[in-house]
């Protein structure tokens, strides 16, 4: 941003994206501590007059275990039921949407919501 602020001046922008992955336990801290590192980064900017807004869109969330046994539809679940609701709370998230990194994390396959895709859609 400071680049770009210094050779266009203050972006016009309705959001800022960020992309976070879990891996290791599903309630590991590390997505929050770092949504919440970014969301104080965009309001510094705001401050500093770079940028018109402190609303952040999650572009890119989810679950990538560290081997086979762990890239399961059910780890999968179980970082969404612990993330997404700290999603929806935080002040400055406006939007998220789940990236699917193997078959175990698909919303869709064959043209039909998976287990993962289902329990996506009921949490939205």
């Known amino acids: 941003l400071s680049l770009y602020y210094r050779r266009y001046g203050k972006m ?8 976070c992955y879990q891996r290791d336990s599903f309630d590991n801290p590390y997505p929050v501590s770092k949504m919440n ?11 500093n007059g770079w940028i ?6 999650l572009t890119e969330f989810g679950w990538y275990g ?5 890239n399961t539809p059910e780890n ?3 970082f969404m ?3 997404i609701p700290k999603l929806k709370k935080h002040p400055q998230v406006r939007t998220f949407h789940w990236w699917e990194w193997f078959d175990g994390s698909r919303l869709v396959i064959n043209g039909e919501l998976t287990e ?3 329990h996506y859609k009921e949490m939205r």
């Open 12 to 19: 016009d922008a309705q959001a800022l994206s960020w992309h």
């Open 66 to 70: 560290l081997d086979e046994e762990n």
């Open 37 to 47: 590192k970014f969301a104080d980064y965009v309001k510094q900017r705001k401050g």
């Open 76 to 78: 999968c679940i179980a």
């Open 116 to 118: 993962v895709g289902s």
């Open 81 to 83: 039921d612990w993330f």
């Open 52 to 57: 018109d807004t402190t609303d952040i869109m």
